[in-house]
Antibody, heavy 121, light 110 residues
């Protein structure tokens, strides 16, 4: 059974940093691209970032480019999102999502339950 | 990259069919066949309902179908059931190697 478990969310001050983790199980982690998708309270879905199965290619939304860094550790079956220079508008539930392919195509067949990030002073 | 345009709400009676539109541009929906649809119940993670415009993942009811014409993709739910009441989002790859979601549609079963 595929499982994705996010962790690392919490309350952080504007300008601060946070690292999210997503522990994956039930599939060959290195064979699939992964993404982070966020949802602000009461709002719609927003794609944040993606990484290929090999980790050699990364992609970012303009809203986070230069501030967020996606990475993966296949030895630990874990996806990461390093978030720096956080802003109030980054407040959201962050979901990790498994792509249906080894390269990023944006069809997410499995999702975690999400971790809440709140940026506030 | 602007969000794809979806109607804010669509409603129908049990047993009826409804269609949700998802309008973009030639740089996203119109230029790629990587259009997906997701269902999201309150407080839950999204669920993939349609991928690559018209393909259904295993386990998804055949009451859900997808199509595309030009810059507009559509999701049709036939034989509407109470459990279909949820928010629905489309998504598409873009020419910038990013992904854009739709604005979301709340489906109400009357």
């Amino acid at each position: 059974e595929v499982q994705l478990l996010e962790s690392g969310g919490g309350l952080v001050q504007p300008g601060g940093s946070l690292r999210l983790s997503c522990a994956a199980s039930g599939f060959t982690f290195s064979s699939y691209a992964m993404s982070w998708v966020r949802q602000a309270p009461g709002k719609g879905l927003e794609w944040v970032s993606a990484i290929s199965g090999s980790g050699g290619s990364t992609y970012y939304a303009d809203s986070v480019k230069g501030r967020f860094t996606i990475s993966r550790d296949s030895s630990k079956n874990t996806l990461y999102l390093q978030m720096d220079s956080l802003r109030a508008e980054d407040t959201a539930v962050y979901f990790c999502a498994k792509d249906s392919s080894s390269w990023y195509v944006g069809s997410f067949d499995y999702w975690g339950q999400g971790t809440l990030v709140t940026v506030s002073s | 990259q602007s969000a794809l345009t979806q109607p804010a709400s669509v409603s129908g009676s049990p047993g009826q069919s409804i269609t949700i539109s998802c309008t973009g541009t030639s740089s996203d929906v119109g230029g790629y066949n990587y259009v997906s649809w997701y269902q999201q119940h309150p407080g839950k993670a999204p669920k993939l309902m349609i991928y690559e415009v018209s393909n259904r993942p295993s386990g998804v009811s055949n009451r859900f179908s997808g199509s595309k014409s030009g810059n507009t993709a559509s999701l049709t739910i036939s034989g509407l059931q109470a459990e279909d009441e949820a928010d629905y989002y489309c998504s598409s790859d873009t020419s910038s190697s990013t992904l854009v979601f739709g604005t979301g549609t709340k489906v109400t079963v009357l």
